[in-house]
């Protein structure tokens, strides 16, 4: 009889150890990719809204002629950009000529030197990195330097001083 005990014991031991437990497990490593996956649908999201955005613009704007350049302008706009093979110009935006063609060979800067491509690629990168503070670091400084080359395209048209003065006024109103 001992031995009979002893396999009954095992047996229930197996079985016992079969049975789901019923305390809570945590996975970790779920989690974690569930925040990861959560924080690239939100960049995508986000991305996506950017698009809409530019192409709403796009499409209730009117293409006009500005200095020789094809501008598209609309109320939309705030402050003029580029955008692929577009400047996108806001309604009544107060320059006079000299201003004019200074924002505009800005621009054309950045059309020229593409940009855009740049922003788009740095786009893809921080859905994918979003969690890493230095993407978001190297794309300000990619983005200030774009903002340098497109200074210094203006500048070489030898209105230094002029434009400066203009990047100042800009920025206190």
Do not use: C
Request: glycine share 6%.
């Amino acid at each position: 009889i001992p031995a009979v005990a002893r396999v009954v014991s095992a047996e229930l031991t197996t079985f016992s150890n079969a049975l789901p437990s019923s305390e809570p497990s945590f996975n970790a490593t779920l989690f974690i990719w569930s925040i990861y996956s959560l924080g690239i649908l939100l960049k995508v999201w986000r991305l996506i809204a950017g698009f809409l955005a530019i192409r709403r613009i796009h499409s209730q704007g009117k293409v006009v002629e500005i200095e020789g350049v094809q501008v598209l302008q609309s109320a939309l706009v705030q402050q003029p950009f580029s955008f692929f093979k577009f400047i996108f110009w806001p309604q009544g935006a107060g320059f006079n000529i000299d201003e004019q063609r200074m924002v505009l060979a800005h621009e054309l800067a950045h059309l020229e030197g593409r940009h855009s491509w740049d922003i788009i690629l740095l786009e893809m990168i921080k859905v994918v990195f979003w969690f890493n503070p230095l993407v978001y670091w190297y794309s300000k400084l990619i983005k200030l330097n774009h903002e340098f080359l497109a200074d210094a395209a203006v500048i070489k048209n030898g209105i230094k001083q002029r434009y400066g003065h203009f990047l100042v006024r800009q920025s206190t109103r």
